[in-house]
Each structure stands twice: as C-alpha cells, then as structure tokens.
C-alpha cells in the first residue's frame, strides 16, 4: 500500500498533545481562501509506502512520552482513506496514539478509520452551507456527514477554527460557532487560530492568485479574547 505524502514533521507541537510526528498528506477538495498549504491540493504521484513510512514513525517514538503520537494531517487526509487505514493499524500494533486533522471532507470509509483514532483536530470552516460555500467552493455536505459518524464514538475532539479579520473576528459569530458546536459529541477544546498571509509567497511559486491578498493578519490578543469568550459561553 503506497500513499502520496508532502511532508513529515518529525518534532511537531502544535497539532495535538505532546511531541508528534506530523505527516502531511496530499490531497483537498477544498480550496479555502486562507489555505496556508496549497501545495498539497493535488495527490501528487504515490511516493511512500505504509512500511517505509511506519519505519520512519518508529524513529521518534522515544520522544512521544505520555501525550505524544503521531496526527495525521494535509490537505485531507481522509482522502488517502485505504492508506491512512492501513497506516493506522501498523501504528497501533505499536501502541502509537494517533491523532486526525480533518475537515471531514474525504470520500467516505469514517466509520473504519475511527476505530484507530485517538483524538479528532476538526477544523471548522463555516457554521452555514452558504458560508462554508463562500469559504472553501465546496458543500458541507460532506463534512456533516463525517460529524454525523464521529458522534458514533467516544473519541475525544478539539474544534479548530481559523478567524479572520472582517469575516469571523466577531462576537456575533462566536454565538453561531458555539451553536454549531453543540451538535458536535465529545469536545474537550476549542482552539481559534489567528489567520496569516504567510503562504502568499507558496502561491505565487505555483501561480495561484492569493484570495484574501488585501486582508491584514488577525489581531492576535483580539483572537485570544475571542477564544476565552466562546470558552466561556460554552460552560
């Protein structure tokens, strides 16, 4: 089984608990405006297999400690569904906890790939068909979909949501969210995260007109005040 990686954070710390081994998946159906990755759209040609890759996982095990793993990110990973499947059963026969970084838009296969999930990263592009449209040029169809499974199980979630300046960045908007995330089992953290224009320099390397090139980047003590407000409404 081969699958179409971008790249590997061997030490990564922002995208679940602990120290983990990010891997970065080629593959989007979406194409949301503030996409800081948009070299991994495509499924570029297979490049890895399971076993190459859990031999490179292995390698950093010792720093997991307690808290750490590995999560699985892109792009969408739940688009390399077979791969990531098998993937994740090396990963447990080694006792390896695993984290997915979704939107939830892949092709299906959810209720097989949770079986080897530890903690769901869900990211949140809109709370309505309309906005998520706007956002990503794709439905949300898919992505409910997914919650719709993944409220079948008891893993644990934290919400992600990018906030951006004149879009989001608003009080109004975090009743919305927090109405949303009630549909949503088993969440343990909300984590807003301040959007940046730093892939323009990525977008204009591969000839892609950058949408929100006249949009400042969020304020981030705004963004924090935002994040301890939505935290507090839910409670």
């Not at 970065?24 to 570029?44: A, D, I, S, V």
């Not at 490179?56 to 739940?78: F, Q």
């Not at 695993?98 to 092709?107: P, R, V």
């Amino acid at each position: 089984m081969f699958g179409s990686i971008s790249k590997i954070e061997s030490m990564g710390l922002k995208d679940g608990p602990g120290i983990r081994t990010v891997i970065f998946l080629n593959g989007c159906k979406l194409r949301c405006k503030y996409c800081h990755n948009p070299e991994t759209w495509l499924k570029q040609e297979n490049n890895i297999s399971v076993n190459e890759l859990v031999e490179k996982i292995l390698r950093y095990k010792n720093y997991y400690g307690e808290d750490g793993g590995v999560t699985l990110s892109g792009g969408e990973p739940l688009l390399q569904i077979d791969f990531i499947i098998e993937l994740c059963k090396k990963l447990k026969e080694n006792n390896i906890n695993i984290a997915l970084d979704t939107s939830g838009t892949g092709i299906g296969k959810y209720d097989e790939i949770l079986k080897y999930i530890d903690l769901v990263l869900f990211d949140i592009k809109d709370t309505t068909p309309e906005g998520f449209k706007d956002l990503t040029g794709t439905s949300i169809e898919e992505s409910q979909k997914f919650i719709t499974i993944l409220n079948e199980t008891k893993i644990p979630v934290w919400i992600r949501q990018v906030i951006i300046p004149g879009y989001n960045d608003n009080y109004e908007y975090m009743h919305k969210l927090n109405d949303y995330i009630k549909e949503i089992r088993n969440v343990e953290k909300i984590e807003l995260l301040p959007y940046h224009n730093m892939a323009i320099s990525k977008y204009n390397d591969l000839n892609i007109d950058y949408p929100l090139l006249d949009t400042s980047n969020m304020d981030k003590l705004k963004c924090n005040e935002l994040e301890s407000y939505i935290n507090s409404i839910r409670k």
